[in-house]
């Protein structure tokens, strides 16, 4: 199970903090990512960290701006987004993901949530 919260509407410039708390007992051995979807759009991947948290990469439209961390003892992932942008406005879900690939593990999702960038 997959629950997404930090969700919010926030002005351009502002900042977020998301997380995902993550059930079962393989967290810690698997690669997580940030994806965002809005309506109309596929879902695009936004970030991924390796399992051991050593290894990060980014869409290219973030970087600089989103970082992404996990808790391993709180089978947690977070996202830190900054200097927020409008085309940031998305709902984000969390899932476990091949990190090479950027692919998800399993096509099964969270309830996801919601963010909202204001000009």
């Known amino acids: 199970q997959l629950v997404e919260s930090g969700g919010g509407l926030v002005q351009t410039g502002g900042s977020l903090r998301l997380s995902c708390v993550v059930s079962?007992?393989?967290?810690?051995?698997?690669?997580m990512g940030w994806f965002r979807q809005t309506p109309g759009k596929e879902r695009e991947f936004v970030a991924a960290i390796s399992a051991s948290g050593t290894g990060t990469n980014y869409v290219d439209s973030v970087k600089g701006r989103f970082t992404i961390s996990r808790d391993n003892a709180k089978n947690t992932v977070y996202l830190q987004m900054n200097s927020l942008k409008p085309e940031d406005t998305a709902v984000y879900y969390c899932?476990?993901?091949?990190?090479?690939?950027?692919?998800?593990?399993?096509?099964?999702w969270g309830q996801g949530t919601q963010v909202t960038v204001s000009s």
């Open positions: 899932n476990a993901v091949y990190y090479f690939t950027k692919r998800p593990v399993k096509d099964s």
């Open positions: 079962g007992r393989t967290f810690s051995t698997s690669a």
